[in-house]
C-alpha cells in the first residue's frame, strides 16, 4: 500500500540536480506528490514528498544518500548572526568566545551591553563557510547557555535555512521536550506552511514566527501559570453549569448530578495534569467518579482528553474522524491541504494521540440535507439535549447540543464569542486563522451553518455556549 515520505534534501547548486532526484525517485516506482525549493531562503534545502510502498522508499532513500543528497554539501559561506543570553556576571562570555575559537569562526560583529536585569544578550556574527560544523557548534553552545539563531526579512537577510530550520526545531524540542522524530516532522510541516504562504505572497519568516509562539504560549500557560477563568451559570433545577476556559484552547462545561460527571469538550492534551487539578479542586471526589463527554466537534484543542472519561458521546461522522486515525489513515481536517500542516504540528506540540474506539458512542443517525439537522437526542438527568448536526463547515462532525429548558444552546466552535476573549486568549486563538489560512474547512458553508444556528436558536432568548469565550448571555435589546 503506498505511503508518503518527505525527504529533505541537500542538493548541490548545479544544473540536473533536480533531475537527479527526479530519476531515482521515477526508476524506483515512486510518485513526486509535493516538492518546495525556496532558494531566497536556503540555496539547497529542497523538500520532496514522495508516495511509493515501503521498500520502494528505503530504495530511494538509499539511492539519494549514495548521490550525497541526503547529506550536507559544501555551502558557499554566510553570516550567522546569534543572541546568547548570557549571566550579567564577570567573564560570563568568556566560554562563548572559547568555543567560538575552537571551531575558528571568524567574528564579524559583536554587541552587547547590560539591561538593568541578571542577564545580558551578546549578539556575535559569525562567518561559517561549512555549515556541518555549525550544527555541532550550536548543540554545544546549548550545553553552555540559551540562545536563538536571529532571523530576518528578504531585504536583510543573513541566515541560511539550514541553520535556521536546526534553530527553529531545537528551541522548540527544548521547550516542549520533543523528540528527534518530532523534530524532524515539525521542520516538515513548518516547511509545508511556508510553501502554502510563499504561494500566497505571505512572509515565509512569519511562519516560524508564528509556530514559535504557538509553542511559547502552550509552554507559557502550563505548570503554575495554567489560570483557567471559571464561572457558573444557575440552572432551573437549582444545579449549576460550570465553564472552564483555558488560556489556550476549548472551553470545557461541566454538569454535576448524582455523582456523575458530564463534559463538554475537553481541551488540548498537553494540558492534562492542569485540568485534572482543576476538577479536583471543583470536585474532590473526581478521580472515583462516573463521568461522560459530549464532544461538540474532533479538532484537536476540544478532544485531547478523550481518554479520561468512561464514555464519549459524538456524532457518527466524528466517530469515522478518529476511526481513519486509528487506522492510520489522515482525519478529515488533515485532508485538507492547507490545514494538514498545521495539525500535525499542533499534534506534535499538544502531544495529541488517538487513544482508541472502545469508548465511543455514536448519538442518533448521519446528518443529511439542510446547513443545520436534527439527528437525535441525548439525556443526562435532568438535562435534555436536542442535537443537531452541522454541515461541516468549520470541521466535519460538529453537533449543536440545545436544552430547550434552560434555554442553553452549546455551538462548538461554529459561533465563538470574540468579544468575551481574555487578552491571552485572544493571542492564542489569532495563530490559527494564520497558519492554516482559515480555521473553517469550507467559510461559505461555515458561513450558513452559522446563520441557521442564530436563526433556530435566537440570541436574544437563548445563551450561547461558545467552543471559545465567555458564556453569550440573551441580548433582549
Same mark, same amino acid.
Given at each position: 500500500?503506498?505511503?508518503?515520505?518527505?525527504?529533505?534534501?541537500?542538493?548541490?547548486?548545479?544544473?540536473?540536480?533536480?533531475?537527479?532526484?527526479?530519476?531515482?525517485?521515477?526508476?524506483?516506482?515512486?510518485?513526486?506528490?509535493?516538492?518546495?525549493?525556496?532558494?531566497?531562503?536556503?540555496?539547497?534545502?529542497?523538500?520532496?514528498?514522495?508516495?511509493?510502498? *515501503?521498500?520502494?522508499?528505503?530504495?530511494?532513500?538509499?539511492?539519494?544518500?549514495?548521490?550525497?543528497?541526503?547529506?550536507?554539501?559544501?555551502?558557499?559561506?554566510?553570516?550567522?548572526?546569534?543572541?546568547?543570553?548570557?549571566?550579567?556576571?564577570?567573564?560570563?562570555?568568556?566560554?562563548?568566545?572559547?568555543?567560538?575559537?575552537?571551531?575558528?569562526?571568524?567574528?564579524?560583529?559583536?554587541?552587547?551591553?547590560?539591561?538593568?536585569?541578571?542577564?545580558?544578550?551578546?549578539?556575535?556574527?559569525?562567518?561559517?563557510?561549512?555549515?556541518?560544523?555549525?550544527?555541532?557548534?550550536?548543540?554545544?553552545?546549548?550545553?553552555?547557555?540559551?540562545?536563538?539563531?536571529?532571523?530576518?526579512?528578504?531585504?536583510?537577510?543573513?541566515?541560511?535555512?539550514?541553520?535556521?530550520?536546526?534553530?527553529?526545531?531545537?528551541?522548540?524540542?527544548?521547550?516542549?521536550?520533543?523528540?528527534?522524530?518530532?523534530?524532524?516532522?515539525?521542520?516538515?510541516?513548518?516547511?509545508?506552511?511556508?510553501?502554502?504562504?510563499?504561494?500566497?505572497?505571505?512572509?515565509?519568516?512569519?511562519?516560524?514566527?508564528?509556530?514559535?509562539?504557538?509553542?511559547?504560549?502552550?509552554?507559557?500557560?502550563?505548570?503554575?501559570?495554567?489560570?483557567?477563568?471559571?464561572?457558573?451559570?444557575?440552572?432551573?433545577?437549582?444545579?449549576?453549569?460550570?465553564?472552564?476556559?483555558?488560556?489556550?484552547?476549548?472551553?470545557?462545561?461541566?454538569? *454535576?448530578?448524582?455523582?456523575?460527571?458530564?463534559?463538554?469538550?475537553?481541551?488540548?492534551?498537553?494540558?492534562?495534569?492542569?485540568?485534572?487539578?482543576?476538577?479536583?479542586?471543583?470536585?474532590?471526589?473526581?478521580?472515583?467518579?462516573?463521568?461522560?463527554?459530549?464532544?461538540?466537534?474532533?479538532?484537536?484543542?476540544?478532544?485531547?482528553?478523550?481518554?479520561?472519561?468512561?464514555?464519549?458521546?459524538?456524532?457518527?461522522?466524528?466517530?469515522?474522524?478518529?476511526?481513519?486515525?486509528?487506522?492510520?489513515?489522515?482525519?478529515?481536517?488533515?485532508?485538507?491541504?492547507?490545514?494538514?500542516?498545521?495539525?500535525?504540528?499542533?499534534?506534535?506540540?499538544?502531544?495529541?494521540?488517538?487513544?482508541?474506539?472502545?469508548?465511543?458512542?455514536?448519538?442518533?443517525?448521519?446528518?443529511?440535507?439542510?446547513?443545520?439537522?436534527?439527528?437525535?437526542?441525548?439525556?443526562?438527568?435532568?438535562?435534555?439535549?436536542?442535537?443537531?448536526?452541522?454541515?461541516?463547515?468549520?470541521?466535519?462532525?460538529?453537533?449543536?447540543?440545545?436544552?430547550?429548558?434552560?434555554?442553553?444552546?452549546?455551538?462548538?466552535?461554529?459561533?465563538?464569542?470574540?468579544?468575551?476573549?481574555?487578552?491571552?486568549?485572544?493571542?492564542?486563538?489569532?495563530?490559527?486563522?494564520?497558519?492554516?489560512?482559515?480555521?473553517?474547512?469550507?467559510?461559505?458553508?461555515?458561513?450558513?451553518?452559522?446563520?441557521?444556528?442564530?436563526?433556530?436558536?435566537?440570541?436574544?432568548?437563548?445563551?450561547?455556549?461558545?467552543?471559545?469565550?465567555?458564556?453569550?448571555?440573551?441580548?433582549?435589546?
Amino acid at each position: 500500500m503506498p505511503v508518503k515520505k518527505t525527504f529533505i534534501t541537500h542538493m548541490p547548486d548545479k544544473a540536473g540536480a533536480f533531475l537527479s532526484a527526479c530519476r531515482i525517485i521515477s526508476m524506483a516506482g515512486g510518485n513526486i506528490t509535493r516538492v518546495s525549493y525556496n532558494k531566497a531562503i536556503d540555496l539547497h534545502m529542497l523538500f520532496l514528498e514522495v508516495s511509493a510502498d *515501503e521498500n520502494q522508499l528505503l530504495q530511494i532513500e538509499k539511492q539519494l544518500n549514495g548521490i550525497g543528497y541526503m547529506q550536507r554539501e559544501q555551502e558557499p559561506g554566510q553570516t550567522i548572526l546569534i543572541e546568547f543570553k548570557l549571566l550579567d556576571v564577570p567573564n560570563a562570555v568568556r566560554p562563548v568566545l572559547e568555543l567560538i575559537n575552537r571551531y575558528a569562526f571568524n567574528i564579524t560583529y559583536i554587541s552587547g551591553q547590560e539591561n538593568e536585569t541578571e542577564y545580558q544578550n551578546f549578539k556575535i556574527g559569525l562567518y561559517v563557510d561549512d555549515h556541518s560544523r555549525m550544527t555541532h557548534f550550536l548543540e554545544e553552545a546549548a550545553r553552555l547557555c540559551n540562545f536563538k539563531v536571529l532571523n530576518y526579512d528578504r531585504s536583510q537577510r543573513i541566515l541560511d535555512n539550514a541553520v535556521f530550520y536546526l534553530s527553529f526545531a531545537r528551541q522548540v524540542s527544548e521547550l516542549l521536550g520533543l523528540d528527534k522524530e518530532q523534530e524532524n516532522e515539525l521542520i516538515t510541516a513548518s516547511n509545508h506552511i511556508m510553501q502554502n504562504l510563499d504561494e500566497r505572497s505571505g512572509s515565509p519568516y512569519q511562519t516560524f514566527s508564528y509556530i514559535g509562539k504557538f509553542a511559547e504560549m502552550l509552554k507559557k500557560y502550563s505548570g503554575d501559570a495554567f489560570d483557567p477563568l471559571i464561572s457558573r451559570y444557575p440552572l432551573k433545577n437549582g444545579r449549576e453549569l460550570i465553564c472552564i476556559e483555558p488560556p489556550c484552547g476549548s472551553n470545557t462545561y461541566i454538569y *454535576e448530578q448524582n455523582h456523575e460527571l458530564l463534559m463538554i469538550d475537553c481541551g488540548f492534551a498537553c494540558y492534562e495534569q492542569e485540568m485534572l487539578s482543576v476538577f479536583r479542586s471543583l470536585f474532590p471526589d473526581f478521580d472515583s467518579m462516573k463521568k461522560s463527554l459530549l464532544l461538540t466537534h474532533p479538532d484537536l484543542d476540544h478532544c485531547g482528553l478523550m481518554h479520561l472519561f468512561d464514555h464519549v458521546y459524538l456524532s457518527a461522522e466524528a466517530y469515522r474522524n478518529f476511526e481513519r486515525e486509528q487506522n492510520g489513515e489522515a482525519n478529515y481536517r488533515e485532508q485538507n491541504v492547507l490545514h494538514a500542516p498545521y495539525c500535525r504540528i499542533s499534534r506534535i506540540l499538544s502531544g495529541y494521540s488517538n487513544t482508541g474506539l472502545k469508548n465511543l458512542t455514536v448519538i442518533g443517525e448521519d446528518r443529511i440535507g439542510d446547513p443545520l439537522c436534527y439527528i437525535g437526542s441525548f439525556d443526562f438527568y435532568d438535562l435534555h439535549f436536542s442535537v443537531y448536526a452541522g454541515n461541516g463547515g468549520h470541521n466535519k462532525g460538529e453537533i449543536v447540543l440545545c436544552d430547550e429548558e434552560n434555554k442553553l444552546v452549546f455551538t462548538g466552535d461554529i459561533t465563538v464569542n470574540i468579544k468575551g476573549f481574555r487578552k491571552e486568549q485572544a493571542a492564542f486563538n489569532a495563530l490559527a486563522p494564520y497558519l492554516m489560512t482559515s480555521v473553517n474547512m469550507n467559510s461559505s458553508l461555515a458561513l450558513a451553518e452559522r446563520k441557521a444556528v442564530m436563526d433556530k436558536f435566537d440570541p436574544s432568548v437563548y445563551s450561547y455556549c461558545c467552543g471559545h469565550g465567555a458564556i453569550m448571555k440573551p441580548n433582549k435589546a
